[in-house]
């Protein structure tokens, strides 16, 4: 009875799951980091900062993989425009990287970033202003996907937009900014977005040094945000969620406001896809409207899928080893990889609908499922 | 009233303004005997009148079963009593005093009406004792739920609505996994720990066996009383096994209401039933 009641305390599941994860990942990054900074360059075990940097991406992504599994994978909301929100918290971070900047530009300006000397604009405009702190461009990070998942959150699941419908409206959403951040007269660098970063907090981005702790941070970031996850979803809130997925009228007259529900769970999704892309940009050194393609917003689904969703490590996984093989796919038939990730995508739908890890699971043993029945 | 008035009406500080008093726990009043009044209700889907001027009564602690041809309207009556449907025109209030009509379903949950679906609707990749947590009376909010925990006087109640509902050694098996039968005993569980008021049960008893439905028959009756509960369904036998009034529904509106004998030999309800032979 005691061991039943213990399965619903969300601070139980946290103690459960939670640790393994928290413990790969550091061992990684310390590991990865200390043959980075420790080794000498010729050592065989030296792990070069190019490397260091494509972890780092890598985390982002499976940041942004979690963000969507917790959508997609506990509440069933299908979003295939979640790369507006990671390139929202990018941009904002960008901004901030601009203003940093300052006089050091092709065109010397101390104030005006150099595409905006370039267009002949005599000020900085209005919502430039404040992003040379960092701390209100970080507040931004949080704000401006937050507050844009809540507007659309609001209006769509109030309405009762669910299902492909909704899935084409966020895709619509991330089209529609990917046009609008294209124009110059927005204020963004049109196409080429922003880039030529030189420091962050008054750290080199290109030293070694910065580079590292970039990677930290991000490993940091998404410890903090799965076990925040795991919290959120192991608690009764978690439960509604995963009750509005399977029988979302029930809950309904259960008496759960469901819609409330999906908005702030779509909102925190929202929050962890823009903290994923502000801490990208710094790392890859750019963001431009591409990032808004719906096609990225496609390939985070494809993550999840192949990791399996409903699980947050599963998304992580799939994050990893898709970008992993991008990697090395793009290497070497760098035309075939849309190919490949599609064929991936349908062999997933078709053979594992729960994924790689839902895989692997099935064949280890089932203690836990046994102690569940024998309870 | 003059404005200074108006000002001294906002500014008295000895009442709570009108917008900030809790919109719950308002209470049913049910002086007149009578918890649910339905009245000159209609309601039409593209041209099909699926509910026509129907008037319903339904009494405090009473057992009513509902029966009728498919299309009746019995579904789209509960439909429009939980608030998922609104009617073209007419009222609906639970009591004398609260108007269900343009609630919100999950207002109307909380003010104590409960829905057991035809399907049986449980959430399926939970257990059956999440299932029965979730269906608790409680706060429903966002944040109360992400700090809720399971009391011992919580887990109590859960206990002692599974062994009424005769799962309890199933508590830690996903709702899925459980038999149609004991499925639809979940979910009038769900019901029983949400302490409604009033129980709309669409057909409890289809798919059961001959033993299992006895039971459900028993744990409904035991519940009329201290509960008012409506029961819509087709199985006859079970009708009157359990019904002490039936209502006859007909293309949208009632056609008769009394006692089993009493429709049985109404004449109207012999025409509409066998209205072929004759």
């Known amino acids: ?375 | 009233m003059s404005v200074r008035g108006a000002f001294g009406e906002l500014a008295n500080r000895d009442q709570l303004w009108p917008f900030l008093m809790p919109a719950r726990g308002a209470r049913v009043d049910v002086s007149k005997q009578v918890l649910l009044y339905i009245e000159d209700l209609s309601v039409s889907f593209d041209g099909f009148k699926a509910i026509n001027n129907l008037n319903l009564y339904i009494n405090d602690g009473e057992l009513r079963c509902l029966i009728g041809a498919n299309g009746a309207g019995k579904t789209t009556l509960m439909d429009i009593i939980t608030g998922k449907t609104h009617p073209d025109t007419g009222a609906v209030y639970f009591g004398q005093n609260i108007d269900l009509l343009g609630r919100s379903e999950a207002e109307i949950a909380e003010l104590g009406i409960g829905r057991k679906f035809q399907k049986p609707t449980v959430f399926e990749a939970q257990t059956v004792y999440a299932n029965l947590e979730l269906s608790m009376r409680a706060e429903k909010g966002i944040m109360a739920s992400l700090g809720s925990r399971l009391t011992g006087e919580k887990r109590d109640r859960i206990d002692q609505v599974l062994a009424t509902i005769g799962l309890s050694d199933e508590r830690a098996l996903a709702a899925g996994a459980l038999s149609h039968g004991q499925k639809q005993w979940l979910e009038i569980g769900m019901l029983l720990i949400a302490d409604p008021r009033l129980l709309l049960v669409d057909e409890p008893v289809a798919g059961m066996t001959a033993q299992e439905t006895e039971r459900t028959a028993e744990l409904l009756t035991s519940l009329a009383g201290e509960r008012t509960v409506v029961v819509v369904e087709h199985d006859m036998e079970f009708v009157r096994s359990i019904a002490r009034t039936v209502t006859v529904l007909h293309q949208g509106s009632v056609l008769a209401e009394g006692t089993m004998e009493q429709v049985q030999n109404d004449p109207k309800v012999i025409e509409v039933y066998l209205g072929d032979e004759h």
Request: charged share 15%.
């Open chain 1, 1 to 375: 009875m005691s061991n039943l009641y213990g399965q619903f305390s969300a601070l139980h599941q946290l103690r459960e799951k939670a640790p393994v994860f928290v413990a790969v990942l550091f061992a990684i990054t310390a590991w990865a980091s200390a043959c980075n900074l420790l080794l000498p360059e010729d050592s065989f075990f030296h792990v070069s900062t190019f490397t260091i940097t494509l972890l780092g991406k890598y985390l982002c992504y499976a940041l942004l993989a979690m963000a969507v599994d917790v959508v997609w994978g506990y509440c069933g909301i299908l979003s295939l425009g979640h790369g507006a929100f990671f390139a929202l918290g990018g941009y904002a971070m960008g901004m901030y990287l601009m203003r940093q900047i300052g006089d050091r530009g092709v065109y010397g300006n101390p104030l005006l970033p150099d595409f905006m000397v370039f267009l002949n604009w005599e000020a900085l405009p209005w919502y430039w202003q404040g992003f040379d702190q960092f701390w209100f461009a970080m507040l931004m990070v949080l704000l401006v996907p937050g507050l844009l998942a809540f507007a659309f959150g609001w209006l769509a699941f109030r309405s009762r937009v669910a299902g492909v419908y909704l899935s084409i409206i966020t895709q619509a959403l991330t089209y529609a900014l990917m046009l609008a951040f294209f124009r110059n007269e927005m204020g963004f660098g049109g196409n080429n977005g922003l880039t030529d970063f030189k420091d962050i907090l008054g750290f080199d981005l290109q030293a070694d040094g910065t580079r590292v702790a970039l990677f930290v941070a991000t490993a940091l970031v998404l410890a903090a945000a799965y076990c925040a996850s795991q919290l959120i979803l192991g608690s009764k809130f978690g439960r509604v969620i995963l009750a509005v997925r399977d029988a979302e009228a029930r809950a309904r007259f259960v008496g759960y406001r469901t819609e409330t529900y999906k908005v702030w769970l779509f909102v925190y999704s929202a929050v962890l896809a823009g903290i994923a892309g502000a801490l990208y940009v710094p790392q890859v050194g750019i963001i431009n409207p591409g990032e808004f393609s719906p096609l990225n917003s496609i390939e985070i689904v494809v993550w999840v899928a192949v990791g399996g969703r409903g699980t947050l490590y599963g998304a992580v996984v799939g994050a990893l080893l898709v970008n992993y093989a991008k990697t090395r796919f793009t290497g070497i038939m760098p035309e075939a990889w849309l190919f490949a990730l599609g064929a991936l995508f349908v062999a997933v739908t078709l053979f594992l609908p729960r994924g790689l890890t839902g895989l692997v699971m099935e064949r280890l043993p089932r203690r836990e499922k046994l102690k569940e029945v024998a309870a």
